[in-house]
């Protein structure tokens, strides 16, 4: 197949967002088989990420029945305010959390499908280190480096091999979409 930037990075946007998909669905589905999900701030929570700091938000939210601000609100909250001046209402938070999500395995799954038209390499592993750097350089170091998480060594161990396992089905997802997709176009 002929090299073409253009057309691996839309590819790689499509299996970035299908690669948030499958978290959000792996998510949802070990809260349903531990049992762990019932009010709607909990799903919410699980719609939104697989990071280090949802499963504390989560006892949380069950203890008190109310929204938590996880690192996707947070950063959410602050993009508004500096792009706009003004903060986000309570009833768009979620809304607001999710999008930002999405975006930004969109974002990266652009990147990761320019990367591949330009070193084939990168998919190795059908894309198992593509999503654990993901991981790792997203939530180990720059959401605590930015302020949306507390540092790697406040959660559990549980909590960061539960991360691990997410953000590689992101990239294993996202490999398997940007294949298909960029063989399409």
Do not use: C
Not at 36 to 55: F, K, N, T
Not at 127 to 136: A, C, D, E, R
Not at 152 to 177: C, I, Q, S, W
């Amino acid at each position: 197949m002929k090299t073409n930037v253009l057309k691996g990075a839309v590819a790689g946007t499509l299996g970035g967002i299908a690669g948030v998909v499958a978290m959000t669905t792996l998510q949802l589905l070990t809260d349903a088989i531990t049992g762990s999900i019932g009010s709607q701030p909990v799903r919410q929570l699980s719609m939104r990420g697989g990071r280090h700091d949802i499963a504390r938000l989560k006892s949380q939210a069950r203890r008190s029945g109310r929204q938590q601000s996880d690192a996707t609100i947070l950063a959410a909250e602050r993009l508004k305010r500096a792009v706009l001046g003004e903060n986000i209402s309570a009833r768009f938070r979620h809304r607001a959390g999710l999008a930002l999500h999405y975006a930004f395995g969109a974002a990266v799954g652009t990147t990761y499908g320019y990367a591949v038209e330009k070193l084939p390499l990168t998919r190795v592993l059908q894309g198992i280190p593509f999503g654990l750097v993901v991981w790792m350089v997203g939530e180990e170091v720059a959401l605590p480096v930015l302020g949306l998480s507390d540092s790697p060594n406040e959660y559990r161990t549980k909590d960061h091999l539960n991360a691990m396992a997410t953000h590689a089905l992101f990239g294993v997802t996202t490999e398997l979409v940007r294949a298909k997709a960029r063989r399409l176009l």
